[in-house]
């Protein structure tokens, strides 16, 4: 009595959901139903369903794939299907009046591409394997709406959902369905079509690189390769200058060459030269050949030093000036040249040896007159680094002495570079271990899109 | 790959120097795998079959170690080609189902292999005079320590450092003595018996050197290392020597044991009687780095089997998984962990706990896996579109199902035989 009132909820729920809206199917419900042919002969069974992959936020099905063509070549188009209910698939033609055509380029197998495998949830940002993917029909036409990815979908295909949720239900802990909008799940992997790359970009396009950093673990090798090749050299070089060192050295190895070079081009130098350290030697110097001069020779001279000191982990991006220069003219020449948040913290003033004389924050420049010369509001007592400094000196310095960046002095007085905070997190992030700090963030405004993405 | 390969490449200019450094810092997978497979049950087995038949079944070695190759192979390749775990492409291809059942038959598999391990580490220790109620939680404890505190590549050097640890067991082979040219002789020319005992170690004998999980295991290494098409030559290597040194290893095991239990009748049970059993024939050096050989072996095995199988019940069945996690974002993947661990430490520890019926079972769970695996495997890396120009060749094919049939019968065989003569 109470198992079958728990069962006539849930069927409840069920309706509720579709409540207003055409009728809800489950791939999974579909796959291996027969298939009659318009004069009611059954013929075959359901293999697969195909979908044109294209900029639809929903995309709709084209054709389905019967089990009796093992070649898996021959797709039946969705024109000649009349109905596509849980119990089967009627045709509105007879058997051999059919035309099956081939699997277009852009043209994806549901069953076979998506279902159980690994796609990415773009609002959640993490890599989910589908369990089942929910269909609706709207007109004549089926759609893909949402893909399931929780434990209630894996037992609906194990046939034991009424039983299992109507468990959790009386123990007072509702199992609820975890289902992502179609419109934001990213399939990556399998053959990359220009039109699949450009659906990749799109969605992958609001996340931030450090997030796509993480998802970049969490793929598989092939899929990997799809979302570094989907974005801009400059965005793939963000994210991999965010990810883990062993996730840069396999991403860089399985990249074309080419490619490959054109993102460390983007990547700062010393990010460049720590991915390159721990590549094979000839790899490594294929494409620092490929690579364009001035920053090939930059990152040669990085590579040089040993990773943890000073000098393994300076930026060499950093604003030096002679001591000539008046305060105006050096508003004026910043607001020219835009450098990087990371490196604006402080100017270096340097002599024709490149040596440094003296510092300016950002600070002094902005309360001091606009003629004075810059050598008369610089600090001179700056306090450096040697570039074989261990790294953990070098940090211990920037806390010591509250500074934002640390410049990196050689012998003869010249400035080679700077370490800043950026690189000091990075420090102690080696030496206590990633885990201990942030390992995973779920940010708030993830959910509420998701909640507005839904009720929309 | 970050084993300072740069730096040692620049050390060495030779090209054959730079390949073995090249190969130093691919190898890896497969000898740890194989390692692992020379876990407490195996030895056990082992010294059994040397105790009880002496040099009667050295001659299963060679074959063992073709099968062992030609299967490890398999999934090392799969690994390198597509780039995903066994258990991940079983879900890809097969669905939930058979997943399920799998990986349900892979908990209850490596459960019992984890609480042989518990039990081996116990032997090992009662052979000093450690009681096992100090030693298997220690040894629990360290297991946690290492896993979830060490990331995976320190890890796995630790364990290939371990490795070295089974000279142990050739030096106690060694020190027993042998008679090398009869050692030699019973090596190459195969003897059969057809009596019953002997036939039932025999099938343990070649039953213990494939195992269901370690397939699991291997290919998902060589996958978390990144190792491509291009390395593979390098990793084919890697488990070459892995299943020789494996079988080397259990084919001193068995000599020494041969060489000194079996000519003086001594009826062992366990390899605690092997080990206490060793000292006076063979010398307290060759007891002792025989129960140090089992204590490394047990720990070894225990810190990788319980942590793979968490990983791959997870991923295949899409819940997070990783140590990198919390706990509050990967329950499933520790709880699995916690339970597979406190559980066969607790049952080892239990006073009164049917350990042969629970290992016995796992057998069976091990052997029925076992068939299937094989089978998926075979069709796996047969599929041209995963594996694209790397599917198996007509002759590996041929061996690799021969080896396959015959792992099904031997480990059907070992089933019944249990069933006929329990313990």
Known sequence: MERSSERGRAEAAERARGDG????????????????DAAGEEFDTVADLVIYHGTERFPRITGILLRGDRSRVAIIPWEAVAELAPSGIRLRV??????????????????????????????????????????????????????????????????????????????????REKVIPWNLVAVLGGTMTPLKLGISREKLKDIHPADL?????????????????ALSDERAAEVLEEAEPDVQTAVIQELPSERASDILEEMAPEEAADVLGELPEARAEEL?????????????????????????????????????????????RLRETKPDSETIYYLYVVDEQERLVGVLSIRSLLT?????????????????????????????????????????????????????VDHLIDILLEKYGPRKIGGGVDLSRRRSSREASRGA | MSFDLPVLRRATRSAAASRFVMFLAIMGPGIVTQSVDNDAGGITTYSLAGARFGYGLLWTMIPATIALYVVQEMAAR???????GLADLIRERYGVRTTVLAMLALLVADFGNTMAEFSGLAAGGEIFGIPKYVLVP??????????????????????????????????????????WGAVARATVVPGFSFRADYVAMFVAVVGTTITPWMQFYLQSSVVEKGITTKEYGYTRADVLIGSLATDVVAWFIIVACGATLFPHHVRVETARDAALALGPLAGRYAAALFALGMINASLFSASVLPLATAHYVCESL???AGVDRTMRQAPVFYGLYIALIVGACVLVLLPRAPLIQIMFLSQVANGILLPFILIFMLLLVNSRRLMGAYTNSRAFNAIAWVTVAAMVVLTIALIVAQLLVPG
């Open chain 2, 318 to 320: 899409g819940f997070e």
């Open chain 1, 21 to 36: 809206e055409p009728r809800m199917l489950y791939l999974s419900q579909i796959i291996g139903k027969p298939v009659h």
């Open chain 2, 78 to 84: 799969m690994g390198a080609v597509t780039g995903k």
């Open chain 1, 368 to 420: 001091s007159p606009p003629d004075a010369p810059i050598s008369e509001v610089m600090r001179r007592d700056v306090i450096s680094v040697r570039p074989d400094d261990s790294a953990e000196d070098v940090a211990g310095v920037l806390i010591k002495y509250d500074l934002l960046a640390v410049p990196v002095v050689e012998e003869s007085g010249r400035l080679a570079g700077i370490v800043t």
């Open chain 1, 94 to 175: 007879e058997r051999r009046r059919l035309s099956p055509r081939p699997l277009q380029p852009d043209e994806i197998l549901l069953r076979e591409d998506i279902l159980d495998n690994q796609v990415v949830d773009t609002d959640d940002i993490k890599v989910v394997r589908v369990n089942d993917l929910e269909l609706r029909q709207v007109g004549t036409e089926v759609r893909v709406v949402a893909a399931d990815v929780g434990t209630r979908s894996l037992l609906r295909r194990l046939g034991l959902e009424p039983f299992v949720v109507g468990v959790f239900a009386r123990v007072g802990r509702p199992l």
């Open chain 1, 288 to 332: 620092i050949s490929l690579m364009e001069d001035e920053k090939a020779e930059e990152v040669s001279r990085l590579l040089k030093y040993a990773p943890e000191t000073a000098a393994g982990k300076m930026t060499t991006e950093f604003i030096a000036l002679p001591a000539s220069m008046t305060v105006d003219q050096v508003i004026a």
């Open chain 1, 213 to 229: 950093a993480d998802l970049l673990e969490e793929l598989d090798r092939d899929e990997r390769v799809e979302m570094m090749t």
């Open chain 2, 138 to 179: 220690l040894g629990a404890l360290a297991v946690w320590v290492l896993v979830v505190k060490g990331t995976f590549r320190s890890v796995e050097r630790i364990f290939l450092g371990a490795s070295a640890f089974y000279i142990a067991y050739i030096v106690s082979g060694a020190l027993a003595r042998p008679d």
